[in-house]
């Protein structure tokens, strides 16, 4: 297909879809357009990957999150799925549909194995570092397989035996009239086996708090609260299962000069009354340096000027905002006798009473308001 189309318009549901809906309609298409059942039919074919890759997407809050605020053409942050990538077949299509009330178990998930937790690590960068990227070591505390028992909890030598309550399946089927229900096993708490002789190091646990070293790549122009997701970079499973991921999400330092706006750096700068009546040249520092700017003469209080491309850089890498300067102008408290005597000079030559007659003022507020 020359252009992907709208996750949301793939799967037929509207973009506050709850996940059950979602599974609902990529259910109904994959039953639909799955090869096995269009052998030979390269729309069908293609139809069930563009289905695949939707609900892939969509059914991960971390993806969707990224895909509502950028679309197709956002950057990476956690490696998003593409139509290539899928490998399904009805027998996890009927599966994920009636495995749970019938007992079924899918597959990869028996045996008491377990996805590890998700970890989440807040990171702090500067403005600078925010903008431009950077590249950061950090170290995450994190659950491991035990190195002594190799993360079955036993002692050395000694075995795991299967859960006598459950034959090692983790789970006690309960009849009721047509239905089978699984629940979990409470004599080995899912796990599906049980340790006599367990593991001194983890105490039988199968696990232990490590420090893993990873290298986290910052890229440019983040935003405050953007979160990197890095796949299988979280606890160990159990069992064999799969690991969690790791969340990093950022926070930006404030800096003492600049603000932001989106793209937009944002900068104030004091300018003295002479200054903005006659004109001036300034030097106004930006994240790339000093650079001159001229000053009209007459410059208002509040105006702003703006300086081209020294903002910060778009995160898909396409130019850069601007840097707007906000002119404040200062007056100052206190007056030598020159400065004060030139001052009444350039007021009475602009027909400027500057010794108002407050009394006349505050009578005429009188008549206006009562």
Known sequence: MSEKRDYYEVLG?????????????????????????????????????????????????????????????GPEMG????????????QDIFGDLFGDIFGG?????GGGASRGSDLRFHMEVTFEEAAFGVQKDIAIPRLEDCATCTGTGAKPGTRVSACAQCGGSGEIRVAQGFFAIAQT?????????????????CRGRGQSEQERNLAVKVPQGVNEGTRLRFVGEGEAGRGGGPRGDLYVVLSIKEHPLFQREEQDVIIEVPLSFPQAALGCSLEVPTLDGKVSMKVPPGTQPGGVFRLRNKGI?????????????????????KLNREQQELLEKFAAASNEDVHPDNKGFFDKVKELFG
């Open 79 to 90: 490696g998003g799925y593409s139509a290539q990538q899928y490998a399904v077949n009805l």
């Open 185 to 201: 096993c409470r004599a080995c708490g899912g796990a599906g086996r049980t340790v006599e002789n367990p593991c001194a190091d």
């Open 105 to 109: 178990r899918r597959r990869g998930g």
């Open 313 to 333: 850089p778009h995160l898909r890498g396409n130019g850069r905002g601007d840097q707007l300067v906000k002119v404040r102008i200062e007056v100052p408290k």
């Open 13 to 73: 549901v509207a973009k506050d879809a709850d996940e059950k809906t979602l599974k609902k309609a990529y259910h109904k298409l994959a039953m639909q357009f799955h090869p096995d059942k269009n052998p030979g039919d390269k729309q069908a074919e293609e139809n069930f990957k563009e289905a695949s890759e939707a609900y892939a997407n969509l059914s991960d809050a971390d993806k969707r999150a990224h895909y509502d605020r950028f679309g197709h053409n």
